[in-house]
């Protein structure tokens, strides 16, 4: 299997440290907000990452963090806490609005079908690993403190920026985010990033912790060093996240976790997913006025596979403009693919039998594809050369076909494809509950409710509900 190694900035063959396992880390989503469809995408790329590994049989241990703490509007420790960001906007704690993101966040990534890591690691239950990771950095020399925060000394790191080819200026260090010029006086270097924050602008910070150096919170940086070694230890295999993390987040993570351990490299291969672009070709951005949620593509009618659908068609290197009329074109594609890959009766096709009766031909170029640097649009166009295959017996199609959707995840053998909207959801509830009490009244006003609004409702003998688009 081939990746493309951001540090290498090649292709290489995948050697994992532990012969069959593969330890992969991916930075999570910071829970101040929805995550928008340009998060998602990065996430669906680290999905398709990681059924392509356990598509060759490796065993794959994959954290993903949740950022609930101390992440600044800019990267380069400026700005706005997000979190008291979100907790103003919304007038709740900062720990209700943590907790009420995250479950939006597994909402929309069960929606995705994209499968759960292995651990989902929160930086507020880390907050003691991150310290002690401070403690090793500063007993290895590496940092000073200033104005009262201590902050990681870049000019003491000979091979810093090594990530981004010795520049850390790259054209997305112009992305809104960076452009800030307010420089904080206490660096040394401006690219020096601070570990622990005690005296910092947000004095009346609601998240704090009593630490050697002072009451405060950790940089942003921190806790995914802390927790990728916590669960994948010292060393490990893959590391990945969107684009923009190169030039800074992770730039710095490498530096103080090698300045903390002194092992090299840390990480083997760093894998990075490019931007989802809107409008005039402006990357998506929580910052921005310009981000579409999950949510909003389900209000018009979108299932959140057809989103998936729609990243399969680039690969996850090359930009992708979002428009609206390429995510019907993917849903329209995606509804065909599916009721094709349903017109044979024979779908059992789990398990041993499955895998003999699988085309070898169709398979070998399909594996191929995804073991050359992930190339799902390549193996998404396999798909549907196999499907219009009128020389493959229907058996070996669907059996091969259900293979294939261990990587695609695109659900090929569920008879149902559409999902249900929030509100629907709610009336179908409220519908249940009236039958269960025998109150038809209410039932039928409910039926015509949901009718109204476009599903066509079926009852099931065991007084639930089903509902099918119209
Ligand atoms: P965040 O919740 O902002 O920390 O971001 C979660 C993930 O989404 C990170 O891996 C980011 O690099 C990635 N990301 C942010 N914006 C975009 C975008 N427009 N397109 C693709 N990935 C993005
Ligand atoms: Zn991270």
Not at 230 to 236: A, E, I, S, T, V
Not at 361 to 379: E, G, H, V, W
């Amino acid at each position: 299997m081939k990746i493309y190694n951001t540090l290498t900035r090649q292709k290489e063959e995948l050697k994992p440290i532990h012969d069959k396992k593969v330890g992969l880390y991916c930075c999570g989503p910071t829970v101040y907000n929805y995550a928008h469809i340009g998060n998602l995408r990065s996430f669906l790329f680290e999905d398709f990452l990681r059924r392509t590994l356990e598509f060759n049989d490796y065993d794959v241990n994959q954290v993903m963090n949740i950022t609930d703490v101390g992440h600044l509007t800019s990267d380069s420790d400026e700005g706005e806490d997000k979190m008291e960001k979100g907790a103003k906007r919304e007038g709740k704690t900062v720990w209700e609005i943590a907790e009420h993101y995250t479950t939006a966040f597994f909402d929309d990534i069960d929606a995705l079908n994209i499968k759960r890591a292995t651990h989902y690691p929160k930086a507020t239950d880390h907050i003691e690993e991150m310290i002690r990771l401070v403690q090793r950095i500063e007993a290895n020399g590496y940092t000073y403190q200033a104005g009262g925060n201590v902050y990681f000394d870049t000019g003491k790191m000979e091979d810093y920026g090594k990530l981004t080819g010795g520049t850390v200026e790259t054209r997305h260090s112009a992305s809104p985010e960076h452009t800030r010029i307010d420089v904080d006086p206490n660096k040394k270097h401006p690219h020096d990033f601070v570990l622990w924050f005690t005296e910092s602008k947000h004095g009346n910070q609601d998240m704090q912790w009593e630490s050697p150096w002072g009451k405060g919170f950790p940089g942003w940086h921190l806790e995914c060093s802390a927790m990728s070694m916590k669960y994948l230890g010292k060393q490990f295999d893959i590391h990945c996240g969107g684009i923009d993390h190169v030039p800074v987040h992770h730039t710095n993570e490498i530096a103080q976790t090698e300045a903390a351990t002194g092992k090299k490299p840390w990480v083997k291969y760093w894998m990075h997913g490019e931007f989802l672009l809107v409008g005039s070709g402006g990357k998506m951005a929580k910052s921005g006025d310009n981000f579409v949620i999950l949510q909003t593509l389900r209000d018009r009618g979108f299932d959140a596979l057809d989103y998936r659908y729609f990243c399969m068609q680039a690969h996850y290197r090359k930009e992708l403009k979002f428009s609206w009329e390429g995510l019907e074109a993917a849903k329209t594609a995606r509804r065909r693919l599916h009721d094709r890959a349903n017109v044979g009766t024979c779908h059992d096709t789990s398990g041993k039998d499955a895998i003999n009766r699988v085309s070898g031909d169709y398979m070998q170029k399909f594996n191929t594809a995804i073991n050359d640097d992930l190339n799902i649009p390549q193996s998404l166009s396999i798909t549907w050369e196999l499907v219009d295959d009128t020389s493959v017996p229907n058996e070996e199609k669907m059996a091969t076909l259900s293979k294939f959707d261990e990587v695609l995840g695109l659900k090929l053998g569920e008879k149902e494809v559409h999902d249900t909207p929030k509100e629907i959801e709610e009336l179908i509830e409220q519908r249940d509950t009236a039958r269960l009490k025998k109150d038809w009244a209410t039932s039928d006003t409910l039926r015509k409710e949901i009718e109204d609004a476009g599903w066509i409702v079926e009852d099931k003998n065991d007084g639930g509900t089903i509902v099918k688009p119209k």
